[in-house]
């Protein structure tokens, strides 16, 4: 027969639910960022997938890993987004051997934005993640720019520092990204080590 539990047993199992759930979502918080600038009035349905080099994780401790156990991981991003004249707001969901599955979303401040340049601030949303972004492009002619997003954030990968080109096809557009991703903790411990990504997506 079960007995019944007492509140303390009932907290502490709420408690250890609520610790679960943060790492899990915490660890869906995103590794890459497709998603550049997009002329005013517009809206673009995306999806990339990006590779990165990946050192295995024992038991919570990297101190241990083999440097030659080195993997390639695959990660996969599907974007929406509607843009106006000075704002931005979209929807992102991940998936991937590293990034688990996560959804969230975004909203972009455009500050700048002309033939030459563009540059906003962007917050990052999700299931027990946030981010902080600076997302910036400078246009080589009409149809290809060169843009980051560098962002920090709670999540894994606390900085990650994009670098793409983005190519106007005629109603869509093909990115190309590479990326390095570090953490801020004591990499001797972190459960995610610097590593680099390459990414190839495209938009419409």
């Known amino acids: 027969m079960n007995m019944p539990r007492t509140p303390r047993e009932k907290i502490a199992a709420a408690l250890s639910t609520l610790a679960v759930a943060y790492f899990v ?3 869906c918080g995103p590794t890459a960022s ?9 809206n673009e349905i995306g999806a990339g997938i990006s590779l990165t080099n990946n050192t295995p994780v024992e038991v919570f401790d990297n101190r241990h890993n083999d440097p030659d156990q080195t993997h390639i991981r695959y990660d996969g991003q599907v974007w929406a987004e509607q843009r106006g004249t000075l704002f931005s707001v979209g929807l992102t969901v991940f998936f991937g051997e590293l990034q688990l599955f996560g959804l969230g979303g975004y909203a972009r401040w455009h500050a700048i934005d002309n033939d030459v340049a563009s540059m906003g ?3 990052q949303m999700g299931a027990m993640w946030v981010a902080l972004s600076v997302p910036t492009a400078f246009h080589i002619n009409d149809t290809t720019s060169i843009y980051t997003n560098p962002s920090l954030g ?3 990968t606390h900085l990650y520092l994009p670098l793409g080109v983005v190519h106007d096809v005629g109603g869509g557009n093909i990115y190309g990204m590479a990326g390095l991703e570090s953490t801020l903790a004591d990499e001797e ?3 995610m080590p610097k590593k680099w ?3 190839l997506g495209a938009g419409y």
């Open 25 to 27: 979502f915490w660890a």
């Open 34 to 42: 497709f998603v550049p600038f997009n002329p005013p009035n517009t």
């Open 121 to 123: 601030l962007e917050l």
């Open 154 to 156: 709670l999540r894994f």
């Open 189 to 191: 411990w972190s459960l």
């Open 197 to 199: 990504r390459l990414g």
